[in-house]
């Protein structure tokens, strides 16, 4: 991911999740084995993972950087 595509804690961010379209925040960078969002979690710094929190149910899930997008700004 390039500089300007790295997402950072509190960018707000939209995803799809059962064929539609969540949006939420960024809790936090994942870049090591754990777990988060209720299973385990393989992510490494060349494959980081991202914790996200829905605006609407205020559940977490975690994604892969590209099944994210950036809506703008932070919260």
């Not at 960018?11 to 777990?35: L, Y």
Request: charged share 40%.
């Amino acid at each position: 991911m390039a500089k300007k595509d790295r997402l950072d804690k509190g960018d707000k961010v939209a995803w799809k999740s059962h064929g539609k379209t969540v949006t939420g925040k960024v809790k936090r960078k994942i870049s090591e084995r754990t777990s988060a969002a209720g299973r385990t979690v393989d992510a490494s710094d060349q494959d980081p993972q991202y914790e996200v929190e829905s605006d609407k149910s205020g559940r977490s899930a975690v994604h892969k950087p590209s099944a994210l997008r950036r809506k703008g700004g932070k919260s």
